[in-house]
């Protein structure tokens, strides 16, 4: 029996969540500190203990709860629902950008360069106070 026709395959649950999250087993395996091969082999498996599920939930940030209930269906319905909502609410299909990225680009350069300014100011006093601290001895 494959694991697509098995409804309480936590595994491949874990899985799917896993790829819904755009995280590669790698990455999943390291916020776990366990191995690439590990991951790859509780993927394949059909249960999993409750304490190694509840690290699992964490790293994925998501319930245990919502991995023993995930449904491909259930899933596909929620983003079909929302992108219905969204395309039906006042925002319709409007997806003009509302500011000029490079005015928030710029506004962002202005705001860095004064931040380092300040900084060096800062620096520039420590060195001034230093520097009579050492003339006094």
Do not use: C, F, P, W
């Given at each position: 029996m494959s694991t697509l026709t098995k409804p309480n395959?936590?595994?491949?649950?874990?899985?799917?969540i896993r790829e819904l999250r755009d995280m590669k087993q790698e990455a999943l395996a390291y916020a776990?500190?366990?191995?690439?091969?590990?991951?790859s082999a509780i993927e394949n498996s059909e249960t999993v203990d409750e304490e190694r599920?509840?690290?699992?939930?964490?790293?994925?940030?998501?319930?245990?709860e919502a991995i023993k209930n995930f449904s491909e269906e259930a899933a596909i319905n929620y983003f079909n629902s929302f992108h219905e909502a969204v395309n039906n609410s006042h925002f319709g299909n409007n997806n003009n950008c509302t500011f000029n990225p490079l005015d928030k680009l710029v506004e962002s350069f202005e705001e860095?360069?004064?931040?380092?300014?300040?900084?060096?100011?800062?620096?520039?006093?420590?060195i001034e106070y230093l520097e009579k601290l050492l003339n006094q001895k």
């Open positions: 395959h936590i595994g491949r649950k874990i899985s799917r776990m500190g366990i191995s690439q091969q590990t991951i599920l509840t690290e699992i939930a964490k790293a994925l940030g998501v319930t245990v860095n360069k004064k931040l380092y300014e300040r900084l060096l100011k800062a620096e520039q006093d420590k």
